[in-house]
């Protein structure tokens, strides 16, 4: 069975700071990862995807992530944040097939000026 | 091109009532998946629906029940509702299964009284 742990449920930070958020997985079969963001009362927009090749995946609005194959890691980072980064971010893991994602609980990130 | 569409937006029903709620997927997406968010289990997945058939389903009761239209246009059903259903009902739509980007619509808020 696969499974999703977001590390921190919320996450402080000041604006133009570096942020990473952090997320583990567990799955027995070959793995396909998501960072999705949700901004209050809207829906989740794709951050970006892992599904095969290089480790390092950058996404929109200056956000990337790395997976770690032997730590089951794909933390997101941002070299310098801004207020409108405040937002809800769901790590995510879909099954082979593509018939089902899991989401993490999700970790709330509060940038302050 | 037009995004996601739910309806109704809000609904307030008592218990022992049922639900009927819809989703419209973009054009051209042939795969919907539902998702159940609640503050205290987060986003939880309901089921997944390609060209009418249910490809996978989570674990819910089989008070939840969904289907798919031949224009991909998806409805989830809850019976005998209760307390704890209340929740903002997610829609996804991707091409053909989770391993796309999948397009969330705003969502439907459930209130159970």
């Known amino acids: 069975a696969q499974s999703v742990t977001q590390l921190d449920s919320q996450v402080p930070v000041f604006e133009e700071a570096p942020v990473e958020l952090r997320c583990n997985y567990s799955?027995?079969?070959?793995?396909?990862l998501f960072w999705y963001v949700q901004y209050p009362n809207q829906g989740l927009q794709l951050l970006l995807k892992?599904?095969?090749?290089?480790?390092l995946v950058k996404g929109i609005n200056g956000f990337e992530a790395e997976f770690n194959k032997s730590q089951t890691s794909f933390h997101l980072r941002k070299p310098s944040v801004h207020i409108s980064d405040t937002a809800e971010y769901f790590c995510?893991?879909?099954?082979?097939?593509?018939?089902?994602?899991?989401f993490g609980a999700g970790t709330r990130l509060f940038v302050k000026a | 091109k037009a995004g996601v569409t739910q309806t109704p937006r809000y609904l307030i029903k008592t218990r022992g009532q049922q639900v009927t709620l819809s989703c419209s997927p973009i054009s051209g997406h042939r795969s919907v998946s539902w998702y159940q968010q609640t503050p205290g289990q987060g986003l939880q997945f309901l089921f997944e629906y390609f060209s009418e058939t249910q490809r996978n389903k989570g674990n819910f009761p089989g008070r939840f029940s969904g289907r798919q239209f031949s224009n991909s246009r998806s409805e989830m059903n809850v019976s005998t509702l209760e307390l704890g259903d209340s929740a903002l009902y997610l829609c996804?739509?991707?091409?053909?299964?989770?391993?796309?980007?999948?397009?969330f619509g705003p969502g439907t808020r459930l209130t159970v009284t």
């Open positions: 892992y599904l095969s090749g290089s480790t």
């Open positions: 799955s027995s079969v070959s793995v396909y």
């Open positions: 995510a893991v879909s099954d082979t097939g593509g018939f089902k994602t899991i």
């Open positions: 996804a739509s991707s091409l053909v299964g989770t391993l796309d980007e999948q397009y």
